[in-house]
């Protein structure tokens, strides 16, 4: 959301409450010389009662990420014992490996510790389209807990338009949208802050902003410091490689963009990725599979080295 936020007299105070599962989820080990590549395709099964959204949350993806891996699945009531995948490897952004990182396009956040060779990652919702996220650089110039939403003008004009209460400022509390944690951005009015609401991470649901489930920001915030980048980008199409294998991600954009001149770029990269680090030739049959299914999942295209299940 693009707010207004004032915090006084404010001092951190971090209770590590979170839980190690969910850290798990979320923490990965730099990755070796050879590769851009983190984590592993993981798979489970849907238990009574559970919606894909509940699976989301448990492994630390975002609802786009498991519902575009599991298209053949009802998002809302998955029939029990249906195999699920779960989309958690990520080919690294081609971005600086510093700070923080947020592809847009794939709803995910990236925070970079090469000090610590340590890899965080965690998912997003982003601003709606009338409402976007910007790109470009900036850096962290606050953190804050508890804090308070100033609404803006256009938020209070239309709760005027609507007959609601108008409220010119929001305490912490279950009213307050920025959650219980946010960082301030140095491009004025844009936060990443946690949630009143559990639907949003993996949507494009806030007024501009950065919104993260609120175990993921306070673990952020706890992690950061002022003066860290942040590079918000848009790469729909990330190519990567580990060991001998060229791999692809796609993912649908999030601004309108021609898909002929997204095919040619994606092309370029691969060529000059396998020019750069001397890797088998492309099997460009492969490649068109993959960028046509935009499911999220890294997937090898090296002639005779991969195999495309369709």
Known sequence: MKYLVKVFGFSLIFIFSFSLTAQDNNKFAW??????????IQST??????????????????????????????PWIPEVGAKVTLPTQFILPTAPMEGIVV????YRLYYFMP????????????????TPTPIGRMEINARMA??????????????????????????????????????????????????????????????????MNNQDIQAL????????PVNIIEQPIKTGWSGKNILIEAHRPVSVTDNAVAHKDMVTMLVELRARHKLPPIDWTLVDKAFNRKDGIPFAVNQNLAHYDD
């Not at 990755?31 to 592993?40: D, Q």
């Not at 000090?115 to 009338?130: C, D, V």
């Not at 709760?159 to 946010?182: C, F, H, M, S, T």
């Open 115 to 130: 000090e610590k060779n340590l890899i965080y990652t965690y998912p997003i919702g982003i601003g709606q389209g009338n």
């Open 221 to 228: 915030v706890e992690m950061t410091y002022i003066g860290v």
């Open 31 to 40: 990755p070796a010389e050879g590769s851009s590549v983190i984590g592993n």
């Open 146 to 211: 508890n804090p308070t939403w100033y609404p803006p003008a256009s938020i209070r004009q239309r709760w005027q338009d609507q007959g609601k209460e108008v409220r010119r400022q929001i305490p912490a509390g279950p009213d307050n949208p920025l959650g219980p944690y946010a960082i301030n951005l140095s491009k004025a009015g844009y936060l990443i802050h946690g949630t009143n609401q559990r639907f949003g991470i993996g949507t494009r649901a806030s007024a501009g902003c950065i919104r």
């Open 103 to 106: 592809n847009l396009a794939e």
């Open 45 to 74: 099964t849907v238990e009574e009662g559970e919606t894909l959204l509940d699976i989301a949350e448990r492994y630390g993806l975002g609802y786009n990420e498991i519902v575009a891996a599991n298209r053949d699945l009802d």
